[in-house]
T-cell receptor
Framework: DAGITQSPRHKVTETGTPVTLRCHQT?????MYWYRQDPGHGLRLIHY???????DKGEVSDGYSVSRSKTEDFLLTLESATSSQTSVYFC?????????????FGQGTRLTVV | GENVEQHPSTLSVQEGDSAVIKCTYS??????FPWYKQELGKGPQLIID?????GEKKDQRIAVTLNKTAKHFSLHITETQPEDSAVYFC???????????FGSGTKLNVKP
């Protein structure tokens, strides 16, 4: 398995509280992504990063922010959690070097907002 | 942006039969099409991929075909086994954006 660790793996939080999910990689890959997975919607991109301090929005970025201060860490913050943000969150990494185009996924974080 | 549609959402086959999952994409700039398998409680894992300069690719019991003109690509699994039961996702990546756009997933159930 690619060296990706997501933490926490499970979290229950209350509506209105801030929440930060962490993605840590040991592969030194340039690109990192945050996706959310919901029934009937597949995987939808929230934000992605193409380098330290370089980030951009995905399809469903409202209510989320990200930061990448080091190559190995990509943080996803829910500024004020809502029930609609109950989901499974996946981090992915991609080297995008030469012919290497595969995206590797973490194990996921199940977030429940009550 | 890119829009990927995937069908069917669920597929049930008898062990030993073949399974076919189809996807369409909208952006002609997409040039890389991976397929991922997700087992319960795990993250998606790449099982096969194809680039736009190739029409078909095969790896043992799985194969992927691509029709660039029609903007659709398909996953074919032959001689299905119970361990093939999982959720399968197709994806597309435009050449000018290193972002992956996923289909909504197909839950494959292989009955022994």
């Amino acid at each position: 398995d690619a060296g990706i660790t997501q933490s926490p793996r499970h979290k229950v939080t209350e509506t209105g509280t801030p929440v930060t999910l962490r993605c840590h990689q040991t592969e030194n890959h340039r690109y990192m992504y945050w996706y959310r997975q919901d029934p009937g919607h597949g995987l939808r991109l929230i934000h992605y990063s193409y380098g330290v301090k370089d980030t951009d929005k995905g399809e469903v970025s409202d209510g989320y922010s990200v930061s990448r201060s080091k190559t190995e860490d990509f943080l996803l913050t829910l500024e004020s959690a809502t029930s609609s943000q109950t989901s499974v969150y996946f981090c992915a990494i991609n080297p995008e070097e030469g012919d290497s185009t595969e995206a590797f996924f973490g194990q996921g974080t199940r977030l429940t907002v009550v | 942006g890119e829009n990927v549609e995937q069908h069917p959402s669920t597929l049930s086959v008898q062990e030993g039969d073949s399974a076919v999952i189809k996807c369409t994409y909208s952006d002609s700039a997409s040039n890389y099409f991976p397929w991922y398998k997700q087992e319960l409680g795990k993250g998606p894992q790449l099982i096969i991929d194809i680039r736009s300069n190739v029409g078909e690719k095969k790896d043992q019991r799985i194969a992927v075909t691509l029709n660039k003109t029609a903007k659709h690509f398909s996953l074919h699994i032959t001689e299905t086994q119970p361990e093939d039961s999982a959720v399968y996702f197709c994806a597309a990546r435009p050449y000018n954006f290193n972002k992956f756009y996923f289909g909504s997933g197909t839950k494959l159930n292989v009955k022994p």
